[in-house]
């Protein structure tokens, strides 16, 4: 961050988010959305023309801090039983204020001293007046004598029914910033900000050329169709001309796709083709879940590892569109990394230290072509069925493509009762309904068994755990005390899905497919 903003010379300010700061520019949907939550609760529109920021807030389903103009103004969390909810900052609280909204309650000068100071509740002795509206479980905002915004928080009690008590349980306390009252553009953003773009934009094409001249091999760029692949295709190709990857997990929004292929008049595309892996993997190993990501290897690895083997049988360098703020796995990663899963491949993250908001300030100063879906307020344009979704990614997923959203929740049927599939618990193998799903898998894992020697392995196996034993020693090197883990690890041993990802990992080669697809030994 410069001291001065470069366009306008005044004093540039430090803006606290939660972290880790993943910030976007607001979709028209999601303006409309911010609008509609607010004029339900409080009777104004809070968002006009402003250029309206969200910073992903790290919740149990779909959370952002909305910024307008220099301010965190409220947050928005996504409840699956209710829809979107509204929790006001002070400077929000102060908004809805000035524009004659509801929701306000007054407090007298010592409650609100000893709010603003030590952040206690709001007392019923210490209320002077509030809106006649409120009703018990409401979000609203504490004023002072003055007029001004001291509080935000939820009211326990209707003031004028009780003597006392807590009224208003104080989530923020703080009196109220005033809104910059300028107006903001995101073209006045781009142009304040492209010292900053231009210089970042400078070092990571500078990475990129310094790591081709010692990494002598073909150059690639993975491009998934999402904004940070897009940027670092862009930076890329200032330096060479890259040979692009697209790994198609076959469960692509059909969007992705066809915007991907936009490009191939461009650029050379390979495709590295799960095809339908998703689905047979889901059939054998159970819907995949955020702590259970067999799709990963299934639908990513493998494809990849068969591409490259392919055409770049001497390994490439491929770049991507990591960046360290987006979870503490990938700050964990190096800038130039190997990955043993996919031995043929060296890869190297030029925008590994960018945030997510110099990344749509740079799309947008170099105006290049985004998917669709982020325009409708998607923030992953990745597989569509993934465990790692929030449920209102799936909300979205039925206003475009209900028929998908059917598909994934018929085939979750087959192994979860309903309960999982609506409360969105399949996502987590640790909270679906354990005995539900492993009594209903048993019998497909069982009939898999059939193989005269797998056959003969489970049912000793069996006949051991019916003893009780405490624990089951298999070839005299394994120990488990998990009845369904060693029936699970049985049938995975039988299903190969032919991915093909264990190839790469293997380091004597030994691993190979065999004639009808599976693995097999040499
Ligand atoms: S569905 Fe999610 S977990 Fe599975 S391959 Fe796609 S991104 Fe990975
Ligand atoms: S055993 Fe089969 S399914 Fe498992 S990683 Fe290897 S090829 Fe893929």
């Known amino acids: 961050m410069k001291e001065k903003c470069p366009s306008c010379r005044s004093r540039a300010e430090k803006l606290k988010v939660t972290p880790p700061g993943e910030i976007k520019f607001a979709s028209e949907k999601e303006i409309r959305m911010i609008n509609r939550v607010i004029e339900e609760k409080f009777g104004v529109t809070i968002l006009r023309n402003e250029l309206v920021l969200l910073n992903k807030l790290p919740a149990t389903d779909k959370a952002y801090e909305v910024i307008v103009n220099g301010r965190r103004i409220l947050q928005v969390h996504f409840l699956p039983e209710s829809g979107w909810i509204p929790k006001l900052k002070p400077e929000g609280g102060q908004?809805?204020?000035?524009?004659?909204?509801?929701?306000?309650?007054?407090?007298?000068?010592?409650?609100?001293e000893s709010i603003v100071s030590k952040g206690v509740n709001l007392m019923?002795?210490?209320?002077?007046?509030?809106?006649?509206?409120l009703k018990v479980g409401d979000e609203v905002y504490v004023l002072n004598p003055a007029g001004r915004v001291i509080a935000t928080g939820t009211l326990k009690e209707v003031w004028s029914s009780v003597k006392r008590g807590v009224i208003v349980k104080v989530r923020d306390s703080w009196e109220a910033d005033d809104i910059f009252d300028k107006?903001?553009?995101?073209?006045?953003?781009?142009?304040?900000?492209?010292?900053?773009?231009?210089?970042?934009?400078?070092?990571?094409?500078?990475?990129?050329?310094?790591?081709?001249?010692?990494?002598?091999?073909?150059?690639?760029?993975?491009?998934?169709?999402?904004?940070?692949?897009?940027?670092?295709?862009?930076?890329?190709?200032?330096?060479?001309?890259?040979?692009?990857?697209?790994t198609d997990t076959g469960i692509e929004y059909p969007e992705t796709v066809k915007y991907v292929k936009s490009f191939s008049g461009d650029y050379d595309i390979l495709v590295a083709d799960a095809e339908d892996g998703f689905w047979r993997g889901f059939e054998i190993l159970g819907p995949p879940a955020r702590d259970?990501?067999?799709?990963?290897?299934?639908?990513?690895?493998?494809?990849?590892?068969?591409l490259l083997k392919e055409v770049f049988p001497d390994g490439c360098i491929t770049f991507v569109g990591q960046r360290r703020y987006e979870s503490s796995k990938r700050a964990k990663q190096r800038r130039i990394f190997t990955n043993p899963w996919i031995p043929?491949?060296?890869?190297?993250?030029?925008?590994?230290?960018?945030?997510?908001?110099?990344?749509?300030?740079?799309?947008?100063?170099?105006?290049?072509?985004?998917?669709?879906?982020?325009?409708d307020g998607f923030d992953r344009v990745g597989c569509w069925p993934c465990p790692s979704s929030d449920m209102w990614d799936f909300e979205m997923l039925k206003e475009r493509h209900p028929n998908l959203l059917?598909?994934?929740e018929n085939e979750l049927s087959k192994f979860l009762p309903e309960e999982d599939i609506k409360s969105g618990n399949w996502r987590f193998l640790r909270k679906r309904s354990p005995l539900k799903f492993w009594e209903r898998n048993l019998e497909r894992w069982i009939s898999l068994l059939s193989n005269e020697y797998y056959s003969k392995r489970f049912n000793n196996l069996l006949k051991s755990i019916r003893k009780n034993s405490e624990s089951i020693?298999?070839?005299?090197?394994?120990?488990?005390?998990?009845?369904?883990?060693?029936l699970w690890i049985l049938a995975k041993a039988v299903s190969c899905l032919g991915c093909g990802s264990c190839l790469g990992k293997c380091p004597t080669g030994a691993l190979g497919l065999g004639a009808d697809g599976k693995i097999e030994i040499s």
């Open 344 to 375: 043929l491949q060296i890869g190297a993250s030029p925008i590994r230290n960018w945030s997510s908001l110099q990344v749509w300030l740079y799309i947008s100063w170099k105006g290049l072509r985004i998917n669709p879906l982020y325009l």
């Open 95 to 112: 908004l809805i204020y000035n524009l004659g909204g509801r929701g306000w309650i007054i407090a007298d000068g010592k409650a609100s």
């Open 124 to 133: 019923a002795p210490g209320v002077t007046d509030a809106h006649p509206s």
């Open 473 to 486: 020693r298999i070839d005299h090197r394994l120990s488990l005390r998990d009845e369904r883990e060693i």
């Open 292 to 306: 259970y990501r067999w799709c990963c290897k299934v639908c990513k690895l493998g494809p990849t590892n068969k």
């Open 406 to 408: 059917k598909k994934l």
């Open 183 to 246: 107006e903001s553009s995101l073209e006045a953003a781009v142009e304040a900000n492209e010292p900053i773009l231009k210089e970042e934009a400078e070092l990571s094409v500078s990475f990129i050329q310094k790591t081709l001249s010692f990494v002598k091999k073909d150059v690639t760029v993975a491009f998934s169709g999402g904004k940070d692949s897009l940027i670092v295709l862009d930076l890329v190709s200032e330096v060479i001309d890259p040979k692009v990857i697209f």
